[in-house]
T-cell receptor, first 117, second 112 residues
Framework: EAGVVQSPRYKIIEKKQPVAFWCNPI?????LYWYLQNLGQGPELLIR????????DSQLPKDRFSAERLKGVDSTLKIQPAELGDSAVYLC???????????????FGPGTRLTVL | LAKTTQPISMDSYEGQEVNITCSHN???????ITWYQQFPSQGPRFIIQ???TKVTNEVASLFIPADRKSSTLSLPRVSLSDTAVYYC?????????????FGKGTHLIIQP
């Protein structure tokens, strides 16, 4: 079974440009997560989706970041405009759910490494 | 803000048993302790999850005492490939963002 797919794997842009990341979760997983990971730090949750509903988005900088999960499957995370400080790895993960132990095991994609020049 | 506390780094040798402790003094009744492993340039990978006492799977054991204020991840007979960052999380049944805090993790280095 395919794991979580993310694209692109790498992206280099100039500041003030827009950028988008795409994530395809594991089939049947209702919960989808977007994380940001800076070098030497652990992942930081940006937003969590339960099917197509966004929950736990308090850490998402809504002035420049947006996300969507149409039809409760694939998801896109967008930054517009990008700033130098946005350089990081953006990780997507999915899980069956969150209510039951075992269901909340997260499967992570390889991430997108963003460099803002 | 990370709710768990774990050592920043540890090192050991191949073939040894490694125990990584995690402190979670404010654990809630419905929280589970979950450990993830992360290699460079990869996303984290689930290792083990437990609520109390002992849980064992094919790669690790997790010991949680009765008061549940700490836990210990035990890796038996480590190899060089176990060099990674290990994260301890306390995740509630609602999956709230507060529990999805990875912190800085423990950098485990295994030497020959």
């Amino acid at each position: 079974e395919a794991g979580v797919v993310q694209s692109p794997r790498y992206k280099i842009i100039e500041k003030k440009q827009p950028v988008a990341f795409w994530c395809n979760p594991i089939s049947g997983h209702n919960t989808l997560y977007w994380y940001l990971q800076n070098l030497g730090q652990g992942p930081e949750l940006l937003i969590r989706y339960e099917n197509e509903e966004a929950v736990d988005d308090s850490q998402l900088p809504k002035d420049r970041f947006s996300a969507e999960r149409l039809k409760g499957v694939d998801s896109t995370l967008k930054i517009q405009p990008a700033e130098l400080g946005d350089s990081a790895v953006y990780l997507c993960a999915s899980s069956l759910g969150v209510r039951l132990a075992g269901d909340n095991e997260q499967f992570f994609g390889p991430g997108t490494r963003l460099t803002v020049l | 803000l990370a709710k768990t506390t774990q050592p920043i780094s540890m090192d050991s040798y191949e073939g040894q048993e490694v125990n990584i402790t995690c402190s979670h003094n404010n654990i809630a009744t419905n929280d589970y302790i979950t450990w993830y492993q992360q290699f460079p340039s990869q996303g984290p990978r689930f290792i083990i999850q437990g609520y109390k006492t002992k849980v064992t799977n094919e790669v690790a054991s997790l010991f949680i005492p009765a008061d549940r204020k700490s836990s210990t991840l035990s890796l038996p007979r480590v190899s060089l490939s176990d060099t990674a960052v290990y994260y301890c999380l306390q995740i509630g049944s609602g999956g709230g963002a507060d529990g999805l805090t990875f912190g800085k993790g423990t950098h485990l280095i295994i030497q020959p």
